[in-house]
């Protein structure tokens, strides 16, 4: 997984005066689900159109595949899927006459429709109208037209969003089939971290236009623990502060309990184990300060000290 499919290199974007993208190098391993987060407005959607080039950038440059977008644009991207956003769909038809019209679009025989609609589980529904599907199977149709090609990187730009819980728990478990069962790379945008976490290999973090953090799941989830603190609520506040005084970093609450600075599972089994031998009752444990929003907090301190 460590050829590249997709790279920027030192993208920057703007619009008029406005700086959008600045000095943006991506490096997507093939083979790997790439979540790309960031907030609204920080820059995600217009990278993912200046990878399928609906934007030439106003410097730096893009490869798939090893080659220049530039220069390859059409060959590049006849192995690309894409669903930006909502899909684009004719809600008067079928969902199978708008897989036939894509396939009419792309030259791709009539065969495909039915692969296509069983791996997106769509099969049962393909000849009900589209105005009476549901969002969650608008989004899977979109995806069923980007899988119409046989890509072999998909770029999807916020798939989830609207999907009620059972829409994003079956769109993960399709794009986690996806990149197991057909070897597809997939890059992915998001806002939710939490949601990233549960279906991505590697990450991207975008905030202002600019690559806050990129690298592997695990390699974000070990600098999120710098971000983040323990909060416990017990039985007798003052005593356990007295137990605990030589952690670095402890806080006692106005009410019932402590936090202190996350360390590991195995750090909080400890604590837990060490109030309850001393006869103090733990009402609650939870790790506070690791969602995106404090992450960026985090990254942005780290890259100005």
Do not use: W
Not at 89 to 114: F, M, Q, S, V, W
Request: aromatic share 6%; proline share 4%.
């Amino acid at each position: 997984m460590d050829q590249p499919v997709i790279q920027t290199l030192q993208l920057d974007h703007q619009f008029g005066k406005h700086k959008v993208l600045q000095q943006v190098s991506l490096n997507m391993p093939k083979g790997s689900i790439y979540g790309f987060l960031g907030p609204n407005g920080a820059g995600k959607t217009t990278t993912i159109r200046l990878l399928l080039g609906l934007l030439k950038p106003t410097q730096g440059e893009v490869l798939l595949f090893n080659e220049s977008l530039s220069t390859h644009r059409i060959p590049m991207l006849q192995k690309i899927g894409s669903l930006i956003e909502m899909p684009s769909l004719y809600l008067h038809l079928t969902g199978r006459e708008n897989l036939r019209n894509a396939c009419i679009l792309r030259n791709i025989p009539y065969a495909k429709i039915d692969e296509v609609l069983a791996l997106v589980r769509l099969t049962k529904d393909a000849n009900r109208k589209v105005k009476e599907y549901s969002l969650g199977m608008k989004q899977r149709l979109g995806l069923a037209i980007a899988l119409l090609p046989d890509p072999s990187l998909l770029i999807l730009d916020e798939p989830t969003n609207g999907l009620d819980p059972n829409g994003i728990i079956e769109m993960r478990e399709l794009l986690k089939q996806l990149n197991r069962e057909r070897g597809i790379s997939i890059f992915i945008s998001s806002h939710l971290l939490s949601e990233m976490e549960k279906v991505a290999t590697h990450i991207g973090i975008i905030h202002h236009g600019r690559m806050m953090f990129q690298g592997t799941l695990q390699e974000l989830q070990s600098l999120k623990v710098n971000g983040a603190y323990l909060q416990v609520d017990c039985s007798d506040q003052e005593r356990a502060v007295q137990i605990f005084t030589r952690e670095s970093g402890l806080v006692m609450l106005n009410g019932s309990g402590f936090k202190l600075p996350y360390q590991s599972k195995e750090h909080v089994a400890q604590l837990i184990q060490t109030l309850v031998r001393e006869k103090i009752d733990v009402y609650q444990v939870q790790v506070n300060g690791n969602d995106l929003e404090n992450l960026f907090l985090y990254l942005t301190e780290k890259q100005a000290s």
